[in-house]
RNA sequence: GGACGUUUAGCUCAGCUGGUAGAGCAUUCGCUUGACGUGCGAAGGGUCAGCGGUUCAAGUCCGUUAACGUCCACCA
């Protein structure tokens, strides 16, 4: 015996180990070497707050599929990993820490503030990389990136003064969406839209000359603090008289204008509507097309600023009451209704997102769009599945400018420098002397961040060294593989097409492979606020890395969303359990000093019959991971292992085992050589077990992970070997069948008389039919005269049993009848397809003909079972 | 308002380019079978959401309806 292994797989004892050998090894290196093709993956980087969840676990496991089995086909497999920094999230995080030490960002100031905010990341930001380790991840990690760290930094900058020189970055006065609790000016991305249920304030604005009134209706009654118009619909009759008059605003006295604008629904409301260019996308819109003026009532952090004395300070909800108490009690508030309406929300944190008017800094998305869209159109990228696309192009075709200034510290700071003399906007890659307009030196930086997104969108070429010409970035750009979530298009995927399309000229991906959400057990999408979130490590833990990759693999079809429990994982776990065992008796029949695994001589057909299922495993699980179809490939092992390789071949070999000599030689052989490449084939998705057990067969090589792919191979194609086996297999189904329909014990022996054209295939198996069939001994011939025994018929062979006392003449009889029907009705379905005359005509020679000899099989089988009843 | 997805065995889901429905779990029956009870052998269970169409042939393609879900847009 040669080595023992442990009767049951335990991954704890074997994954940590396994994974720093692999370190040791250097085997997640890419070497850059021009020789061989590269494929890369660069890792959507986890944010430094991030704990691993679900999501993480799921993408980082196809990634490392991908990858694993790329570098096992000899690809130069590069997987870039890295992390985010995520201005919002971290400040967010440090905001909470300082707080409770009693101190403030803004009391600390910028610099020392930066240098906390460093600290944490030093001490917290390492953690999803090293839990990302415990997956079994084959990052190469010493190209572990930062989108802060030096390289992504020159890339931001680099980027930014090409785009501001260009007229594709600008500054201006726009409306913004503004988080009041995060206090920084958010993208449209950012902000999500939910259903609140709310009010519609009907409210009267008394007409200045003192001629009437008008109706309008709002939702935000607070907002009229802010108001600088009403406008109406130009077609509406009810208020063409209006047009140009002009109103009083309650509480404030205002004197604003009724105007007439197409932005009003006539049918909506009263038919007017309130006009708050500060606090209102859509009026803001209309405030520039009529000259209004831009009044603003809040303050950053969403409460009345203190031009309104009456409600400084207050916050809008607490302001909203008071303005309706206040206008009720002036007549104003004419009627309430329930309504229920959209609400914007901070992605971040969730607070109600406040429209504000702010200078900040925007990119110009038209013509960085376009390019992008034909980058898809034209099929340099494709996305999988490709129904992606659609959601692709119409974010794209619809985009506006993106906002990209963050009133936060912890970024990339905007390159820009204001003149204190002239005014002056100095944008440079490093900080100006003097300005460049009227040549003082008296400049002030920009205090603004970038979005966090602005540097992830450089990431599949920042990382690489750009805007340096390294070696790298030529050799592993454009890159070939992205995967990521559908809900991460908008952020990222877009923003990353545009920009390496603008600036590298090519699109920075040809395949852009989307998953789904892994939700609970009852289909629940897992947050932190219903706490059904399942830890991965905590699954790790428990059922191993494997189990848990090989979960997440099993049954996820790209695009749709999966549903994940313990008992999925459990029945992983048991499969590496299974395919431990199998290597495990494997390992006990094996000598010592074996040679490394090929394929053996003197081959049975129960050999040729594994290799040659094997061999169109290998062809098939490899297609399938060209079609990114992973959950099939997966599948497919699966069912070889447990189901052609243990449960058939295991016990076929124990029989040639015990023979000995040759046979068992031989058999052994096989064994090894069909676990060995198996192996090969899941290693990507069960790095560990396999790497564990590969070591411990014969093997060639340091690591499994980094052997040669299987390929198909011609001389392992056992056509008719595998058509004897099966129909051998049939028989032995059969027969097993029957006994546990008659509740024959497995103790109780009996001898089988198989009546069959296929006598020598069938006489040649007698030994399978003792081990596996419950046999004593077979007699096999053309057709046998045989009083009171059961029989067995199937589409190739009649089987005898003489275990006639073991059985009731007419329930025999009815079993017989019963199967005699279901044949008859099987062989006039196929009859009248054959006597369609268009289906013989139209349909392929191959599946007619395939038709014709099922016929003539059932014509058989009717035969045999009529024969059985007669006798009877 | 627009777009998309899902609907297949009791449950969770596969089913690629159309050729007589599959898996895991659950259920039932039988097994100290020399790798594994995290196992072995077997069984039951589906008019593939409804309707219409294309085709010799439809779970698979087209149209349509319904239920559920998601995304986008948004009228105060």
Redesign the pocket.
């Known amino acids: 015996m040669r080595k023992e292994l442990e009767?049951?797989y335990d991954p704890k004892r074997v994954e940590d180990r396994i994974y720093q050998s692999w370190l040791d090894g250097n085997y997640f290196h890419a070497a850059n070497d021009p020789q061989k093709t590269p494929y890369t993956i660069v890792i959507p980087p986890p944010n430094i707050t991030g704990q691993l969840h679900m999501g993480h676990a799921l993408d980082n496991t196809l990634q490392d599929i991908i990858i694993r089995w790329r570098r096992m086909q000899g690809y130069d497999a590069l997987w870039l990993p890295g992390t985010d920094h995520a201005s919002i999230a971290t400040e967010a995080r440090i905001a909470a820490t300082l707080r409770a030490e009693g101190t403030s960002k803004n009391e600390l100031g910028r610099e020392r503030y930066l240098e906390r905010a460093w600290q944490w990341k030093e001490q917290y930001g390492g953690r999803i990389v090293e839990q990302l380790k415990k997956l079994g991840s084959s990052c190469d990690w010493e190209r572990e990136r930062f989108t802060l760290d030096e390289g992504c930094s020159k890339a931001v900058t680099e980027v930014f003064t090409r785009l501001y020189d260009k007229g594709l970055i600008y500054r201006g006065e726009r409306i913004i969406n503004w988080c009041p609790s995060c206090l920084t000016s958010i993208s449209?991305a950012e902000v999500e839209?939910e259903d609140q249920a709310g009010h519609l304030w009907h409210l009267r604005y008394p007409l200045k000359d003192g001629t009437g009134h008008l109706d309008l209706?709002?939702?935000?009654p607070e907002t009229l603090l802010g108001d600088t118009a009403v406008a109406v619909n130009p077609g509406d009759e009810r208020y063409k008289d209006m047009v140009g008059k002009t109103v009083i605003l309650p509480l404030v006295g205002r004197e604003i204008p009724v105007v007439a604008d197409d932005?009003?629904?006539m049918?909506?409301?009263t038919?007017a509507?309130?006009i708050t260019p500060a606090h209102d996308p859509?009026d803001f819109e209309v405030g520039l097309r009529h000259n209004l003026p831009v009044v603003c009532a809040m303050t950053d952090d969403a409460k009345i600023n203190g031009d309104y004395p009456k409600y400084a300070g207050m916050d809008r909800y607490a302001a909203r009451r008071e303005i309706v108490k206040d206008l009720e009690a002036e007549g104003a508030l004419i009627k309430v209704e329930d309504h229920a309406?959209?609400v914007g929300t901070c992605s971040r944190c969730k607070t109600t997102v406040e429209p504000k008017v702010s200078v900040q800094w925007f990119v110009k998305m038209e013509p960085l769009a376009g390019p992008a869209i034909d980058a898809v159109k034209n099929g340099e990228t494709r996305f999988v599945p490709q129904?992606f696309e659609?959601?692709y192009f119409?974010w794209l075709e619809?985009i506006r400018d993106w906002c990209i200034s963050r009133q936060l510290w912890w970024g990339h700071r905007i390159p820009a420098w204001y003149c204190d003399g002239c005014g002056a906007i100095n944008v440079a890659k490093e900080t100006p002397e003097s300005c460049r307009e009227c040549g003082c030196a008296d400049l002030t930086q920009d205090p603004d961040t970038l979005d966090t997104w602005f540097s992830s969108a450089l990431w599949p070429f920042s990382t690489l060294g750009w805007p340096d010409d390294t070696d790298d970035l030529r050799h592993f750009y454009p890159t070939n593989t992205l995967v990521t979530g559908y809900d991460i298009i908008?952020f990222w995927v877009v923003r990353m097409m545009f920009s390496g399309v603008e600036h590298m000229g090519k699109a920075p991906f040809d395949t852009v492979l989307i998953h789904g959400l892994v939700r609970d057990a009852q289909?629940r999408k897992m947050s932190k606020s219903l706490g059904n979130g399942i830890d991965p490590l905590e699954i790790v833990d428990k059922y191993g890395a494997d189990a848990l990759r090989f979960t997440l693999a099993t049954?996820n079809?790209p695009g749709?969303d999966?549903?994940f429990s313990d008992?999925?994982v459990e029945?992983s776990?048991?499969f590496a359990?299974?395919l431990w065992?199998?290597a495990?008796?494997i390992l006990?029949n094996l000598g010592e000093n074996e040679p490394a695994p090929r394929v053996p001589t003197g081959l049975s057909t129960a050999d040729k019959w594994i290799l040659s299922r094997y061999n169109t495993l290998a062809a098939e699980a490899t297609e399938n991971l060209e079609?990114f179809e992973l959950?099939?490939a997966v599948?497919k092992l699966y069912e070889f292992i447990?189901d052609v390789f243990?449960?058939w071949y295991?016990?076929l070999a124990?029989i040639s085992i015990q023979q000995g000599g040759d046979a068992a030689v031989t058999a052994k052989g096989v064994l090894v050589y069909v676990l060995s490449n198996t192996l090969k084939l899941l290693h990507p998705f069960m790095p560990f077990i396999t790497e564990e057990i590969w070591q411990t067969l014969p093997h060639e090589g340091e690591t499994v992970m980094l052997s040669p792919w299987p390929v198909y191979d011609g001389s392992l194609h056992f056509a008719e070997e595998e058509a004897e086996m099966e129909r051998v297999m049939a028989v032995v189904?059969a027969v097993?069948?029957r006994r546990?329909?008659m509740?024959v014990?497995?103790?109780k022996k009996a001898k089988l008389y198989i009546a069959t054209a296929y006598r020598e295939t069938f006489a040649a198996a007698e030994t399978m039919f003792q081990k596996l069939a419950g046999a004593s001994e077979i007699e096999v011939g053309g057709a046998f005269e045989l009083d009171s025994t059961v029989s067995i018929v199937t589409n190739e062979a009649k089987v005898y049993i003489p275990m006639g006392e073991l059985i009731d003449l007419e329930t025999e009889r009815l079993r017989l009848q019963k199967e005699l029907e279901k044949a008859e009705k099987?062989l006039s379905?196929?009859q009248g397809k054959l006597n369609?005359e268009?289906?013989v005509a139209?349909?392929?020679e191959a599946?007619v003909a395939a038709q014709r000899e099922?016929a003539a099989r059932i014509e058989g089988k009717i035969g045999m079972l009529k024969e059985s009843i007669a006798k009877l």
């Open positions: 009767k049951q449209d839209y209706a709002t939702t935000r932005y009003v629904d049918e909506f409301g038919g509507v309130k859509n309406h959209n129904r659609k959601i119409n619809s908008f289909g049954g079809s749709n999966m549903r008992e999925k029945a776990r048991n359990n299974k065992n199998a495990r008796f006990m079609r959950g099939i599948q447990w243990c449960d295991i016990e124990k189904r097993r069948n546990a329909e509740n014990p497995p103790s099987e379905a196929v369609n268009s289906f139209k349909a392929p599946v099922n």
